[in-house]
């Protein structure tokens, strides 16, 4: 019967047919993608160990990923589900458990099974692969792999494939909830005259004829877009920085005519960590230590294995995106991408619609690395600057179960939201406790949006829900409209959603709790009333 219902499968047409959402076109391709089907809900991964050998001249790769599972519920002849995307192909599927059959169709492998298995037990499939895989156009933010030249004409390989899903080059259980907890193990191959860098630590170096084999290990949870290898002519360097729990390994592996730039440009590495652990409590990860890797494109946030390509200059590229002259004090990409091993690495979403809380956090957290590097001032500054990016043309929220991400604004706007809820709460040190909790609280895990709200309405003992709403949900930007008369103020809320609760404060220490309704308050100073821009909300004076 599961061999049927298999068949059906695509002859039904569920892997190609069409479905419409809130008026946005999904194929039930973007639907296996993206959901906790009933191919992949009954087991859950607990590690990765994978093996990838590029070949630059014919742009492929090939290797095999051994996935180790556990199985978290009893079910009989179930059909599993293994993410490879065209034009990549699965040579061989092998298991611990009896394979009735297999089958690659589009972007997935379906394995069919004639067994009862019960939940708590393990076991493993192995995938050997081959093929060209993606060519990444603008790395990284269309994803793929890269094969290019570095500035001497060497080779130069990496992947970048947050967007499109690691599944573009490795078969694997492609969804954002369910993390290899135990860890993965990579072996990169490459000719004896480059180094394959990869996430965590280097536990063996290998080599046979031509070739050399490193072997990279990776012991915490690792969300599967950020397991990349880099290949190129590498030269290491190394630190330690005194953190919260104790040393922490830094390892830089840059190309080799800019070592010395990289050893300039990489003191703000220790900076940077301080000030994190400061607001967002110690760094994730210290068993796999911490790494920046010098790469082909601008920059991503590989966990433990940070891509760094931002040419060694302060800024994003040279140029500061706030505007304001305070981008350029820093490194945007040392800081933005280090951030996200807190928010994206170490809290991760469930589902790529909730990727705000990647984008969102580690936006604001270059505010609030400015802050103790710099001064609030200066990070008030640069925060307020950062709305000239925004949009605001669709909700930052996207589409969950078809891998959609939501606006681009889920980084500058959602940044300014958390600076605006950060001055509702009005207590920095409560809202550092409440950044320093998500971190605590949520170690190691994939979240959803509401576990993030409920959170940090609880923490603070203030609704955020409509506040939340506003920003995440709607493309409205709050507008106070208001007239003064003397020592009254006369002031409503437009532009929002119903029953906003969001207070503000004028004048210093003066709280108002506008509605949609006009309401009147007497103003405790005299003069123009004094409006804060810390909120982002838009301010009209109904003269």
Excluded at 399 to 425: C, F, L, W
């Amino acid at each position: 019967m599961k061999k049927l219902s298999y068949t059906l499968l695509f002859a039904s047409g569920l892997v190609f047919g069409q479905f419409f959402e809130k008026g946005k076109v999904f194929t039930k391709q973007d639907t296996l993608k993206g959901s906790n089907t009933e191919f992949r809900n009954f087991w859950d991964v607990k590690k990765y160990d994978l093996s990838v050998e590029p070949d630059f001249e014919q742009k492929s790769i090939k290797g095999n990923n051994i996935i180790s599972f556990e199985i978290i519920k009893d079910i009989t002849n179930p059909v599993f589900q293994i993410d490879l995307q065209q034009p990549m192909k699965a040579d061989k599927v092998e298991g611990s458990f009896p394979i009735a059959n297999y089958k690659q169709g589009g972007d997935f492998i379906f394995i069919t099974t004639n067994k009862k298995f019960k939940k708590g037990e393990k076991y493993t499939i192995n995938v050997t692969y081959s093929g060209k895989p993606t060519i990444a156009k603008n790395a990284p933010w269309d994803g793929g792999w890269v094969f290019t030249k570095d500035e001497k004409g060497n080779p130069w390989m990496t992947a970048a494939d947050e967007g499109i899903g690691a599944s573009i080059w490795l078969p694997t259980k492609d969804i954002w909830s369910d993390e290899p907890d135990n860890g993965v193990i990579m072996k990169i191959v490459t000719p004896n005259d480059l180094v394959g860098v990869g996430n965590g630590r280097l536990t063996d170096k290998k080599t046979t004829g031509s070739k050399t084999t490193y072997t990279w290990e990776v012991k915490n949870p690792i969300n599967a877009y950020s397991i990349i290898p880099s290949i190129g002519k590498y030269v290491n360097f190394k630190d330690v920085f005194e953190g919260e729990k104790g040393k922490l390994d830094l390892d830089y592996w840059v190309i080799d005519y800019n070592l010395d730039k990289a050893k300039k440009q990489f003191q703000q590495v220790k900076p940077m960590l301080s000030a994190f652990e400061y607001w967002f409590g110690p760094y994730p990860f210290y068993e796999d230590s911490y790494k920046l890797v010098e790469s082909p494109h601008l920059g991503m946030e590989h966990q433990s294995n940070v891509a760094y390509g931002n040419k060694y200059q302060n800024g994003y590229l040279g140029r500061d995106l706030s505007g304001t002259g305070v981008g350029l004090k820093w490194d945007f990409i040392i800081i933005h991408e280090s951030g996200h091993e807190w928010f994206a690495n170490n809290i991760t979403a469930k589902d790529q619609a909730d990727m705000w809380i990647h984008e969102s956090f580690t936006n604001y957290s270059e505010t609030l690395f400015t802050e103790k590097y710099m001064d609030k001032k200066s990070s008030e500054i640069y925060v307020q600057g950062i709305r000239k990016l925004i949009d605001n043309d669709v909700p930052i929220i996207g589409q969950y179960g078809v891998r959609n991400e939501g606006s681009g604004d889920m980084y500058p706007k959602g940044a300014n939201m958390i600076h605006t809820i950060r001055q509702v709460i009005n207590n920095d040190e409560k809202f550092r406790q409440i950044l320093r909790g998500l971190n605590k609280d949520f170690y190691h895990q994939t979240v959803t949006t509401q576990q993030i709200e409920n959170y940090i309405s609880s923490k603070s003992g203030i609704d955020f829900s409509t506040v939340f709403d506003q920003y995440l949900r709607t493309i409205k930007i709050p507008t106070l409209e208001y007239t003064q008369n003397g020592d009254t103020l006369k002031f409503r809320y437009t532009d929002v959603v119903k029953n906003l609760k969001l207070p503000i404060i004028i004048n210093g220490d003066q709280t108002i709790n506008p509605t949609e309704e006009w309401q009147t308050v007497n103003l405790k100073k005299n003069g123009p009333v004094e409006l804060n821009p810390n909120y982002y909300i838009n301010y009209y004076n109904n003269k």
